[in-house]
């Protein structure tokens, strides 16, 4: 049983880690913060440097540089960070008293507390993260059973489109789709299940280029898109062609839906 709920806790983490869609979710719960570890702070502010960053997480602080310079479009966009310069940098270090603090600076990086919270759900090198997330997912009331369930689910659904991505380069041997192939074959699995391609998907839940799709969609339709991409898969795998796994799919999507 242990092993099980193991393997629960680290599938919920990596919905944090892997999705945007859920990070922005429980990037209000900043208190959460406070409860597994004291926050740095700077005096009249709660805005804190990279440093006092990466003090919380136990990482150096170019370990907390790396983290938001993969994921910087969130930082940015919902104003979690800033960069100070020029007379805006000159006004900040006027607020405090000790001279030395910040001399020499010409610029200088702030998070505020969300932005401090962002950075525990992404960061998989600090156990002080791993606690943080924990404590948002496995502590706190509402994450509940559901939320469980759906990172299970996700986790599984990763697993079986690996195969079927393996199993298009390995064994589709039908007639050329230009290098198409993997969204060829994605677009008929969507089809099939919820009469739309990935385009109209993607529309529909107001996704940005980069945001996965399947982040967004529901635990029962996660366990309906790895059916489907699992029965594509053996057919791949027998020697079918495209046209005869649509139509057979096709045929029976009421079966799906």
């Known amino acids: 049983m242990s092993q099980i709920e193991a393997n629960i806790n680290d599938s919920n983490q990596m919905i944090l880690i892997e999705s945007r869609t859920m990070r922005d979710e429980h990037v209000y719960r900043d208190d959460v913060l406070e409860k597994v570890k004291v926050v740095p702070s700077l005096p009249d502010t709660l805005e804190i440097t990279f440093e006092m960053a990466a003090e919380y997480y136990d990482v150096s602080p170019g370990t907390i540089r790396a983290a938001i310079s993969r994921n910087r479009d969130e930082f940015n966009q919902y104003g979690e960070l800033r960069i100070l310069k020029g007379k805006a940098l000159k006004e900040f270090k006027s607020m405090f008293q000790d001279e030395m603090l910040f001399k020499g600076a010409s610029s200088l990086n702030l998070l505020n507390r969300r932005g401090l919270l962002r950075i525990g759900m992404i960061l998989t090198e600090s156990e002080v993260a791993s606690s943080v997330r924990n404590y948002l997912l496995n502590i706190e009331e509402g994450a509940g059973e559901k939320l469980r369930e759906w990172a299970v689910e996700r986790e599984i659904s990763k697993r079986e489109r690996r195969r079927l991505t393996d199993s298009i380069q390995s064994f589709y041997e039908g007639p050329s789709m230009k290098g198409h192939e993997y969204k060829i074959f ?72």
Do not use: H, W
């Open 186 to 257: 994605t677009d008929l699995v969507y089809k099939v299940i919820f009469d739309c391609n990935s385009a109209k998907l993607r529309t529909t839940y107001d996704l940005e280029k980069n945001e996965p799709l399947r982040d967004c969609l529901t635990t029962e339709d996660l366990k309906k898109v790895v059916e489907v991409e699992q029965i594509v898969a053996s057919y791949i795998r027998m020697g079918k062609e495209y046209s005869d796994i649509r139509d057979e799919l096709l045929i029976n999507k009421d079966r799906f839906q």
